[in-house]
């Protein structure tokens, strides 16, 4: 990366997610897609061809990676092949954002960041909630203790996933389950305005498959709140999220991860404030100017999205998949 240029963005695996966040790229300042990767170049071509005539493709990701075409990588492989993919990365010299779920298991996270800072090389989870406008302001609002002291969080998220054995929501090869998924969220938001439990029960519904369809858990916090939270594949959820506080309570409304508004409501007057907050595209160029920022200050490691929280969430992670009894093969 040459002091004053555009920051040249290489992408990992051309899924669903990748395309999201190469759309992106175009609200980001001084940065861009430089380069695609795939193990197969046709796929890479014709993701590509959505983003002009420059970027460039590759068939491998060591070839991209070894190209010299690129400063950043961002890796949008399942779940279950993050740990290999950051690792190929940060040894090849590259500075990584790695999408969420960060890895498959504390194991995995803690040789992600030990190697990125034996290399002394930038390393962060593209939890990408939490750059986004609304939670600013859902900072805003709790410090100003308009809803008073917080007693229950409640958060979900489910969609409708058709049951198919051999798709990566239900395939424990690819790392499946509504958890890891889509479960992160509400996890994230509980971590985010609580802090990590002090009790947490799990229990969960299993896919004939053996990951998890749907999956409910009871948190207690040392504050003396609690907190609710739910996923599933079953069915279409309000995927919203309520802070209740003994003043008032807040809605981020559906859906709440990536929310355009905020209603407050205080319970003496009954009186509710609209809060809209700014989505530029699909939301995900806030956590990549992030990046930027982080890389053009020779900083490796995110603030905001920091490799203790990552560690934390997926501690998490680990102790609600003990225990709903979910395992994967790869681990």
């Not at 229990?203 to 999956?215: E, F, H, K, L």
């Not at 990549?288 to 490796?300: F, P, Y």
Request: hydrophobic letters at 40%; proline letters at 4%; glycine letters at 8%.
């Amino acid at each position: 990366m040459k002091n004053g240029a555009p920051i040249r963005w290489g992408i990992v695996a051309c899924g669903g997610i990748a395309r999201k966040f190469a759309d992106d790229l175009a609200f980001v300042k001084d940065g861009y897609l430089a380069a695609v990767s795939s193990r197969d170049i046709s796929r890479a071509q014709e993701f590509a061809s959505h983003y002009g005539p420059n970027v460039k493709c590759f068939g491998s990701y060591e070839s991209m990676l070894s190209s010299g075409e690129i400063d950043v990588v961002y890796i949008a492989s399942p779940h279950g092949l993050h740990h290999e993919h950051t690792l190929l990365c940060l040894n090849a010299g590259l500075p990584v954002l790695c999408e969420k779920a960060f890895a498959i298991n504390s194991k995995q996270v803690a040789e992600m960041i030990k190697t990125a800072r034996d290399k002394k090389i930038f390393l962060m989870e593209a939890l990408w909630t939490r750059f986004h406008p609304s939670i600013v302001k859902l900072q805003e609002i709790l410090a100003s203790g308009v809803i008073g002291d917080i007693v229950h969080l409640a958060a979900d998220f489910g969609f409708h996933a058709p049951y198919d054995p051999e798709a990566r929501w239900f395939n424990p090869a690819l790392t499946g389950g509504s958890l890891l998924d889509i479960g992160i969220y509400p996890l994230f938001i509980s971590k985010f305005v609580l802090g990590n439990p002090l009790e947490m029960k799990a229990t969960g519904v299993m896919a004939p498959t053996g990951v998890d369809m749907n999956t409910s858990i009871a948190l207690k916090y040392s504050s003396g709140a609690t907190a609710t939270l739910f996923s599933t594949f079953a069915t279409k959820t309000d995927t919203t999220c309520e802070i209740h506080g003994t003043k008032g309570k807040i809605h981020m409304h559906s859906r709440f991860h990536e929310t355009k508004g905020i209603t407050v409501t205080i319970h003496d007057t009954e009186e509710e404030t609209f809060y809209e907050t700014e989505r530029l595209g699909w939301g995900y160029s806030y956590e990549a100017e992030a990046v930027q920022a982080d890389l053009r200050a020779g900083r490796t490691e995110n603030t905001l999205m920091s490799h203790q929280f990552s560690t934390e969430l997926m501690a998490l992670l680990d102790e609600i998949r003990d225990q709903i009894g979910l395992t994967y093969p790869n681990e």
